[in-house]
Each structure stands twice: as C-alpha cells, then as structure tokens.
C-alpha cells in the first residue's frame, strides 16, 4: 500500500463533489478523481480496484464517460474472493449494456459462478445475466440457468427463474426447455419462487403458444387453487401489504390466469368463482387492493364471456371512476378503453363522468379521458359531445389545447353529419385555437367549404365576424382570407342566405379592411401574408371601387424584404395596372375542390410522396415550370386513352397547389429554388408567382423572346386567363405559364438565343389534320445540340369561319422537355388566310435510343362554341432519333404547356 | 416489465438509475432529462403516472426524493406504486429511516439491495424480511473477507509471499 497516494476514499470523493458550488468545479473534480483512477488502473493497482470502481460508478451517475472502468469490472469479477466480485457485478450492469462487445469477454467468468459453491456468487451472477445478458449470452448459459431452476435453495431457484424471463424474451426458441422447470415452480410454497415461476409461465405462454398450450392444461387448476390459499391465508406480518396478503403474488396470478384463460371456455370457467372472490371480496380503501381489483377487472374483461363476472367488472369500474383518488380515476379511465370492445354499451353509461375527466386539472388523467371521449364518438352523441369539447377547448390549457384540438377536428371530421354542422364547428375550433389546427385540418375545411355551394356566402359571412374577434388565431385568418378572396362579393351582397343568419350590411372597404388588417398583423406570417395578396388580386377585380386602395396596399409589400411577398406583389401589381382586360378571367374562382381526390392524397401522402419524387424526372427548361404531378395536371393525362378522363390524384400537395401557397419552408429559404423542389404548386404555376426561378433555370429562359416586350407578357397572360376559366371545364389544364415570369419582371436573362435553323436538314411534315386545322412542323436543331430540336409549328384553318381564343398544347413524355414560346396570335383567320406560328424547344434525353413523340390539344372558339381537338405526332423525320414503341406505356406521365395570345 | 428504474431528488439530480432494457449512454441521459422535467413539475395532488413515449413512468415522492419506474402501457400501474414502496421499505429498514444522504454515500447499498428486489425487470422477492436477511448475508460475507485482509495471519502471509 502506497502511503503517499493521493487516494481518497469513495465518501471523500462524494463530499469533495457535493462541496463543488459550480459545474466547472465539479468537472475538476471529477476530471482529477479520473485522472487518479486511471493512473491506478495502469499500474494494476489490486488494493484499490474495489474503491476505483466504486467511485467510478458514482462518477458514472453524474453522467461523465467511464469507458475505461469496462475491464476494470471483468477484472474484479474474475477476482476469487466474494466482495470484489459483487462490486465488479454491480459495476458491470452499471456501466456496460447488452449492446457492448465488453460484455462477451465476461460470459465465461459467468458461467464459472453460475456454478460456484457459493450460493451468493451464483446469485450474483444470475442476477447480472438476468439485467444484461444478450442474446448470445442467453444462448450460451441457458442450461446452467434451466439447472439452476431446480437448486435446493429458493433464493436461487427464483433468481434463476426471473433470469429464464430474460433469457426467452432473447431467444424465445429457447422457451420449450423451460416449460418443464417453469410448471414445477408453480408447486412451490416459497412466495418468492412462486412469484417468479408464475412470471416465468405468463412470459413463456407470452412466446409460445406450446407452452400456453401446456400450462393451459397442466396447471390451470392448481393456479385457480394457489389463487384461493392465497386469497383465504391468515394474517402472515412477511407479506402483509395493508391487511391483504401479498398483493403481488395475487397480482401475478391473476395476470397468468388471464392468459390462460383468453380464448379457452374451459379454463375461464375453471376460474369464474375465484375471480368473483376477489373482485366482491378484495377490500378497496388502499392502494393495494385497488391494484389487485384493478388486475381482476382486466382477467375478467379477458376471459372468455361470463356476463354476472362482467357486471360486477363493470361495477368497480364505476366506483373507481367516482374515486377522489387521482391514481384510481386515471386506471379507471385505462381500463374502461379496454372495456369498450367488450361492453361500449355500458361504457357509455360513464360519458358524463368521463366527459367531467377531460377538465380534470390533471393532465394525465385529462389525456387518458380525452381519448377514451373519443372512443365513445358515434353518430348519435357526436353534437353534444362536440359541443361539450369546444366550449372547454375555450378554457382549457394551452398545452391541453393542441391535442384536444386535435381530437375535435378528428371527431367532426369522422362524424359530421352534414356540411353546415361541420362548418359551424370547424370555425368555432378555428376561433378558439386556430393556432393549434394542424396544416391538413384546415386544408380539408377549405375543399369542404369549397364544395358546399350553398352555403359560400354563410361560410364567408361567418368567418367576417370570428375574424373580427380573433385576429390572433393565424389558421382562423388563411380560412376567413381565402374564403374573402374567393367569396368576398357573396359577403357584400349578402348572397345566399340562410333562415339562422343574423342580416349583415359589409362594405367593399370594410372587406378589404379584414384582408389588410391581416397582412398588416404582427403575427402573421409568410404564408398568411402571400394568401392576402392572393385574395387582394381577387378582391380588386370583384370590388372595383376598392381597386386603386388594393393597389396601395399591395404596392406597399413591393419592398418587403421577403422575396415571396415582393414579387408577388410586383407581378400582381402589374396585372391590376397593365393588364385589366385578363385580370376578371384570371380573378375567376377557383374551381371546386374535389374533395374524393384530396381525402385520397391525405390517406397516401406517403405513395403520393414516392411518386411525385418519380415525377419530378419530368422537369421543364424552366424554374417555375413544374413536374406534372398535379391532378390537374393528370386531368389531362395523355398516357391514357384518347379520350383523357380526369383521373383521381395522384400528385404531390393538392390544395397547396390550389392555394398556391407552398411556402412551408419558410421565409428563410423563400427565393432558392424551393418552387422547384416543392414541385407541383398548380396555382403558382397558374399565376406564375412562385418564387424567382433558380439562377441555374436561367438558361432555359433564353429561347423566351425578350424583343417582344409587353406584347408577349399580355398574350401570355391571356393564355393563363384562358386557363382558369377553363378550370371549370371538364378538361382543366393548368398552364405553367413561364412567359410571363419572364416579362412581368421585364427582362432578366442573356438576349435571345440564335437557333440555326436548318431546313434542309429536316423536311417539314404535315403533324396533324383535321377536317378544319392543318398543322405543319418545320424542324431545326442547335449546332453542337443534337438533343434539343426547335420546332415551328404552324396552323392554317381550312374551314371558312374565323377561329378565336385559338390554344395549342402539347405533352410530351418524361424524356422529353418541352418549351413552348408564346404563339404569334390566337385569331386564326378563315380559309388559309394567314397563319399562326409557335415555336417549341423539345430537348430529348435519350437522344438516340427514343425518338420524339408528342400529344397535342387544339382548342378554339367556332362561332363562340368551343372546339377541341387532340392527336398524338409521331411522324417526326427519323433523324431526330430511331423510332420507339415504348412511348404511351400507361405509368408515364407528361408534362405540358398551353400558350395562348390575344 | 419495468425498464428502468430512476431516483431523481427535487433539485433535478440523480441519485440512482438501473436500465433493464437497453438504452446508450445518450439515451439514459436524455431520457433522464425529459423524465425530471416532466414529472418535477407535476403538482402534488395529481396522479402518479405519465405517459412518456408510449410508456408509463409511475413516479412517487419520498421527502426530496422521486422514484420512478417505467413500465408498458399494459402494466398495472398501481401495483408498480406498491413496488416502490416496498423498496422504499425495505430501504428504510435497512438504513434505519433512511434518507437522501444515505442514497448518495451509500448508493452502491441502495444497489444491491435493489437486485434483491427485481431482476430482469420484473419483481423477486414480495417478503421485506427475505430481502433483509439476504442483504446482510452478503455484507456480513464483504465484512468476513475484509477482517480476514487485516487479520495478523493475513498480512504475515502477505508480507512472506
């Protein structure tokens, strides 16, 4: 023994640390009392492992890294003498866990003291592979554990048998060799050894159904019997808990019994009378027989149907649930969850008091009821609890609110029996805690309120005076927003109303005043505010007494410092200014939302994710153009049959797309090129105020004729005009309109690109005729581009009437991109009298292995009547690439463009 | 199954943890983190259980100290209170009322006389009077080996090696 050591003693050490006033004092001390052990280990220092270690541990505690006491602790339990292996025990469940290689290196000094003639030291060892054993440690000591099982003293045998629960839960293969020893345990008189066997066989019946099998029909008898004994023992001081005898064993034979007799008519009867023992018998003023009633109640909910046995289940749920006791409510609550499925008739007898649980102060309990209430939903009860739910959503706490609110929206959702209810209750939550409504929630709401045409003009009314009270409930806000943007005239004109509305006199100004009062809001945020530009657009071409005030108001979000808001309110500044003749076709409503198609998407955002990350292969030359994963876009799905039928989405955010609001990622990353990402924002693509394409999407602007200034930002804009208003049609198509992007900003990017155009090289074709429409394609391709081929379409009208609001579309499949200029007019004149031109840019990324192919879609007005005619070009001159059958193969799907000019 | 056990004094630190599923370091830490600042705030009249990650913490106070265990959902809950207590029993007989002072000198005890109580998770023993006797057994067996290091013979024999 080194007398000068600066060891100090384990109770030395835990002074100096308490002593430590602050976090940096007590990392010094620590760090030296390690820097002492370490050096102690190194030097092999025998006379102070057991305190090392002990220090170590308590170090361990406080949350420091103790790595290098691991061997420390195989060592001490290699050790031959008693102590030093009961610290190494403790040190190593303390430091290591079942994941740690360490832990192999000890599975021989293991199996060495399961056999060691010191009952102790097994007992250690047993204990430590019962807390940390592995799989592979459970494999390797099994038998010396199944061995161990039938040693003569009872300390032993129980220990082994609490190591045999760890040991199957490992290695439930290994279940089989236990079921034997795990039976005779049953027959033991010890308390002790009884506990853990009855344990052991509820485990194995838990992995095996053999085992079940087997204590089913040996042991159900004997349990029942054992369950008597215990319940009828006299008074014994060593277990008595509160006056009953050992409540844990009672506990943990009726756990097994339960087992045992779910499923099985027999063996449930074998226990009938027992159990009505002991749920009429068991004394309920304390703790412990409130667990035992507690575990008897859920044995008879098991078991097979006994309706006497039920009843008086039932009925102690009943007291529990009026208990003053907070633990004995919150089991109550638990175990009545478990009892609807058996009994929801008698469950429901409790709705008050469980509805009364829900306004518990505590928050378990609260949590517990809450979700027990929406259990017990149905059609006949959904009102009042409804209503009972909202009217507490006002006063309950704020961190109770977000999961109550959660729960209400959820029942209104499942249970509404019509629209307008649902409405009413939506708003309500929106009004109460708007700021807890989850993003799909309200989102639903909109598709709803978008469907109930009858009742736009109530909804938006509505929302006018809860918006008035609770400007601070941000989700409450975007509704009343939209709905104003879509509805505001049916407000001011008191359209549409219903017997149960108070009259309402709104003027144009004062529905403004709603819409900048929100985008003025501190608490608003980007999403909100790019909503009220949404709706300010709208509003300036329903009110257009307010339209110069709207301007002012949208003027004043040209600086903001988001770049979201700023070109928003450039472009949609200038459309009020430069482009009143398309602003009413481009402020049309939107269409109705189909709410089959939103609920699927909901119900699959996740094969909806993987597909719009399959689609988004299908990106066109530009930065707002989006991969064609919208469903309006599928509407015109041009891989199915000729006759495009609008099919169900599929595509990635539906009403996101609609709102035209994806700015979920927040302002911070507002101007990268998150529009790209987010991939399938219809209605910004519609309007075409997604956020400024991405620098490297420049390039694809080129081929956009900057010459053509204003000219081309109005036809382009038309063409989108046209786009909404033919969203009420059955073939909506969604233009991704980049033109207008592009002019509206007036002018970025490099000037025009020079196309070489060849004609020699590729003849002209004839691509498309009909009775009426002669459509001609003339090809050139870029020196040193073999992918990207120009194409200039040209259109000659043979019938002997003038065609107007002339449309050309065209899909192309996803190894082509597609790049549509504006067209030169959209008045084709009558007989061959002149002539429209558009140009396309289709780049072709399988150059050479699939040659091009295009659908394409005509619209125009005849007489005022809308034409439409569709075909498929696929006659391009082979040079542009070999020919391929693999094009209209059903999955793939297309992207697409529509130009349109005045 | 109870799948740890964790002594947290009101002040937030901790006295005692066993882990009988397996957690990483990070794990323990975190989960002893969001356990103390969860059930520390709950008010006392309250019931003593949380729910905690699809688990149940049932905790209960002893002068400054709490002791939680967690458990599955499926458990009974108010028989783990009745395990707590007897530990806190047996606890209480060993250091004679027992303290949190004896907890933090004496942790190693506090220990040991827990694996008497549960292994593997799940209960062992339900007679304080077995759980006492065991535990003295194995201290006087510690006290044995330690007069025999300091015996005369011992040191002698040492000395001569």
Known sequence: MNPFSSETRLRDMIRAIRACKTAAEERAVVRKECATIRASVSDNDNDYKHRNLAKLMFIHMLGYPTHFGQMECLKLIAAPGFPDKRIGYLGLMLLLDERQEVLMLVTNSLKQDLNHSNQYIVGLALCALGNISSAEMARDLAPEVERLLLFRDPNIRKKAALCSIRIIKKVPDLAENFVNSAAALLKEKHHGVLLTGVQLCTDLCKVSTEALEYIRKRCTEGLVKVLKDVVNSPYVPEYDVSGIADPFLHIRLLRLLRVLGHGDADASDCMNDILAQVASKTESNKNAGNAILYECVETIMSIEDNSGLRVLAINILGRFLSNRDNNIRYVALNMLMRAITVDSQAVQRHRATILECVKDSDASIRKRALELVYLLVNENNVKILTKDLIDYLEISDQEFKEDLTAKICSIVEKFSPEKIWYIDQMLQVLSEAGNYVKDEVWHALIVVISNASNFHGYTVRLLYRAVQKSVDQEVLVRVAVWCIGEYGDMLVNSVGMLDIEEPITVTESDTVDVIETAIKHHTSDLTTRAMCLIALLKLSCRFPSCSERIQDIIVQNKGSLVLELQQRSIEFNSIIQKHQNIRSALCERMPVLDESAYSVRRAGSLPAAALSSQDSAVALPNGVAKPSATPLVDLLDLSSDDAPVPAPSQGNDFLHDLLGVDLSSGPSQAGTNQTQKSGTDALLDLLSIGTTPAPSSFPALEGLSLGQGTDTSVSALAGLASTSTTMHATQPSPSVGISPMVDLLNGFGPPEQIWEVNDAAYPSIVAFESNNLKMTCNFSKQPGNLQSTLLEANFINKSSDVYTDFIFQAAVPKFLQLHLDPASSNTLPASGDGSITQKLRVTNSQHGKKSLVMRIRIAYKLNNKDVLEQGQISNFPHECGPESTTFFNGDAVFAQMEEKQT | ?161
């Open chain 2, 1 to 161: 199954m109870i799948h740890f056990v964790l002594l947290i004094s009101r002040q937030g630190k901790v006295r005692l943890t066993k882990w009988y599923s397996p957690y990483s370091q990070k794990e323990r830490s975190k989960v002893i983190r969001e356990l103390s600042s969860l059930i520390l705030t709950r008010a006392p009249k309250l019931c003593n259980f949380v729910e905690w990650r699809g688990f149940k913490v049932v905790y209960k106070r002893y002068a400054s100290l709490y002791f939680c265990m967690c458990i599955n959902q499926d458990d009974n809950e108010l028989e783990v209170l009745e395990i707590i207590h007897h530990y806190v029993e047996i606890l209480d007989r060993y250091f004679g009322s027992v303290c949190e002072l004896d907890l933090i000198f004496n942790f190693h005890k506090a220990f040991f006389i827990l694996d008497e109580i549960l292994i593997a998770g799940e209960l062992q023993e339900s007679s304080k009077k077995t759980v006492a006797r065991l535990v003295a057994a194995q201290d006087s067996l510690v006290e044995a080996a330690k007069e025999q290091a300091n015996s005369m013979s011992y040191i002698i024999s040492q000395a001569t090696k």
